[in-house]
């Protein structure tokens, strides 16, 4: 989950969700943490064996980013820089 306030006190949530289990034998190399531990069932690969460019595109934080991106825009688009201050 990501939070974003505005100097206003306007608050926004984006969330990302990646769905796996947990094993009980670690598999891969790559990553840290639970990396070798959650496996993707539809990939049949933990988060350790994939390359970044997949675990990038399916990953809960770059969900949750590119959900707070559509906010960004959103709120760039509505003129939060007049809120905010100069943007550049």
């Known amino acids: 989950m990501i939070a974003l306030?505005?100097?206003?006190g306007r608050e926004y949530l984006s969330e990302?969700?990646?769905?796996?289990?947990?094993?009980?034998?670690?598999?891969?190399?790559?990553g840290?943490?639970?990396?070798?531990l959650f496996l993707i069932p539809s990939l049949g690969k933990t988060f350790a064996e994939l390359g970044s460019d997949?675990?990038?595109?399916?990953?809960?934080?770059?969900?949750?980013?590119?959900?707070m991106r559509d906010v960004l825009i959103h709120l760039l688009?509505?003129?939060?820089e007049e809120d905010c201050?100069?943007?550049s």
């Open 5 to 8: 306030v505005t100097p206003q």
């Open 16 to 30: 990302g969700i990646c769905e796996g289990t947990i094993t009980t034998q670690p598999c891969g190399t790559k």
């Open 32 to 36: 840290f943490g639970y990396d070798p």
């Open 54 to 67: 997949v675990k990038n595109r399916i990953s809960h934080r770059s969900m949750a980013m590119r959900a």
């Open 77 to 80: 688009e509505e003129g939060i």
């Open 85 to 87: 201050g100069s943007v």
